[in-house]
């Protein structure tokens, strides 16, 4: 799970990293006020939307009056904000954050996530903040500095300092950005988190450390173990369909492609994206129902799948295990009788009761279009591509 910005540096103050002084605002009266608390005569006004990138799209100003601030949060709120990680269809900003304006020294990248090759938590630090570290990771590695966490031991201390010496931070805040680096991996660790990162932490002028932005992500699997956590959940970031999903226990993301899908397991939906594309078109979403769909979850799947105007086929890629083939038919020639599908149909089934399953979809006075192999639902897919 996601989180804003102004969330994140919440949680962030309640580890004692210093965060600049701000407050969230939903109109420009709100913002203005926040900014004559604040005081002093420079603030930032920030989109809140769970994407980076947003000063490059308009969502972040600097201005330099209590008015400017209003006028900021003004043309900044209810705008849809396009950035390179929202896609073309953007997202619209609900709110901003007010935050002091700071004279900036030196930008630093701090963050702490999971190195999957290694199965362990790594912290990543650099000396260059403010850009993309997987780029900077890419262009110039030697200057990416990581160290990886025993869980069982935590973080002992001389990897924290050899992270803040490797930075260059000045030597009389070596204590701060040791706690600081201390702090951020006992928060990734107690709070169950996927990424928690400070991008940039920036010195300032009067040789303050502070997180100027700073992005959390949950892991969904361990929410249950944080029922406080769920209250940060905005649903207004989700997709509408990803949203109307959830509620039926369908495992689906939209993407922006013209044939749909609908599998059950997250692999068989890989390797489904993997031969629409081959067949020369693009995957519109990924829909896994799972081993227990139901007749109502396959008919609500349809029904979200065409919600999106851009699909022109839909290809259904069963493997039948635990979810046999048989059921699953009857619950396809159940959902499509429920659902106007104008949109050409294959489908492949494979495994327990294949062939009853087929001699289900066969029967049915429904004109689906039954491939009996990958390659063979590749080639019929190639032709309404």
Aim: proline share 3%.
């Amino acid at each position: 799970m996601k989180i804003h910005e102004y969330q994140a540096k919440q949680i962030l103050s309640k580890f004692g990293i210093p965060v600049p002084r701000g407050s969230v605002a939903r109109d420009a009266e709100e913002a203005r006020k926040i900014a004559e608390q604040i005081g002093g005569s420079r603030w930032v006004v920030k989109a809140q939307i769970h994407a980076g990138g947003r000063g490059k799209g308009g969502g972040v100003r600097v201005v330099e009056t209590v008015k400017a601030v209003a006028e900021a949060a003004r043309e900044i709120l209810n705008m849809t904000l396009v950035t390179p990680q929202t896609g073309p269809r953007g997202k619209r900003v609900r709110k901003v954050l007010v935050e002091e304006g700071l004279a900036i020294k030196q930008e630093f990248y701090v963050g702490t996530t999971i190195d999957r090759a290694r199965q362990r938590p790594v912290l990543i630090a650099s000396s260059e903040g403010g850009m993309g570290i997987e780029e900077l990771a890419e262009s110039s590695p030697e200057r990416i500095m990581r160290e990886w966490i025993n869980v069982g031991l935590g973080l002992p201390a001389f990897q924290a300092r050899n992270l803040v010496f490797g930075m260059g931070i000045d030597p009389a805040l070596i204590r701060v950005g040791t706690g600081i680096f201390t702090q951020l991996y006992r928060l990734f660790d107690s709070l169950d988190c996927m990424l928690a990162e400070i991008n940039p932490l920036v010195l300032t002028d009067d040789n303050h450390l502070l997180a100027l932005d700073a992005k959390i992500e949950f892991d969904d699997n361990a929410l249950y173990r944080h029922k406080d956590l769920l209250e940060l959940d905005d649903p207004y970031e989700l997709d509408p369909l990803e949203l109307e999903a959830s509620r039926h226990r369908l495992n689906y993301i939209h993407l922006e492609g013209d044939i749909g899908i609908m599998v059950n397991g997250a692999g068989l939906a890989m390797a489904t994206m993997d031969l629409i594309k081959q067949a020369g078109a693009r995957p519109a979403n990924f829909l896994d129902v799972g081993g227990g769909a139901t007749t109502e979850m396959v008919t609500k799947g349809f029904e979200i799948i065409l919600a999106d105007k851009n699909v022109r086929g839909i290809l259904i890629n069963i493997f039948g295990g635990i979810l046999r083939c048989d059921v699953l038919a009857r619950g396809v020639v159940d959902g499509a009788k429920k659902v106007a599908i104008k949109v050409p149909v294959v489908v492949r089934l494979d495994g327990t009761n294949v062939e009853e399953g087929r001699r289900i979809l066969a029967q049915s006075d429904l004109d689906f279009i039954v491939a009996h192999s990958m390659a063979d639902a590749a080639e019929k897919v190639r032709k309404i591509a």
